[in-house]
């Protein structure tokens, strides 16, 4: 006879990636969901979540797509999630979604003192890939806070957008993290 899976207890600190961890199980637990059935959900892939949930990844530092995805499925605010997850203020802009307000802070209106935007008449390479001709029309949201994640590079006279992990050095000028494209 199978035994009964162990009871998570919510974490009264989540300074550490393991106590975030164990708030995301505690919230699974507590809602009903499998791990299965909330990686199908929330497209995140089962060895990326167990990652999380054990604390070998911090969700602190969750790229802010798969943080998206993971309070689209949650149906959690930017603003509760931060709370919830004890996620440190280095960390928070990654954790201000583009999801219509209340739940996020949408594309207009509430661009942070640290974001500037950069003309994308040039193009942009990388994991995010917009040719001249149609970047012309476009500006790129860069936060120059963002250390860690998906940043902005300028290297060899062309835009980069490329993954860099927390205290990695990345080759060219670090303009800051990606925090999005927008029609100019």
């Excluded at 802009?93 to 594309?107: A, L």
């Amino acid at each position: 006879m199978a035994g009964k899976a162990p009871t998570v207890e919510f974490p009264v600190k989540r300074d550490t990636p393991k106590a975030r961890g164990q708030a995301l199980a505690y919230w699974l637990q507590e809602n009903g969901w499998t791990q299965t059935a909330f990686c199908n959900a929330s497209q995140i892939s089962r060895p990326i979540l167990n990652r999380y949930l054990s604390g070998s990844y911090d969700l602190a530092n969750m790229t802010q797509e798969l943080v998206e995805r993971l309070l689209d499925t949650m149906k959690m605010s930017d603003a509760d999630a931060v709370k919830y997850f004890g996620i440190p203020k280095a960390a928070e802009v990654r954790w201000r979604t583009f999801r219509p307000p209340p739940m996020g802070r949408g594309m207009e209106g509430q661009t942070p003192a640290s974001q500037r935007s950069v003309s994308l008449r040039d193009g942009l390479k990388g994991e995010i890939t917009v040719n001249g001709e149609v970047g012309a029309g476009l500006i790129l949201a860069v936060d120059e806070q963002v250390t860690s994640g998906l940043m902005v590079i300028r290297q060899g006279g062309s835009l980069w957008v490329m993954q860099v992990r927390e205290n990695e050095r990345a080759g060219g000028e670090v303009l800051g993290g990606f925090a999005g494209i927008q029609v100019a």
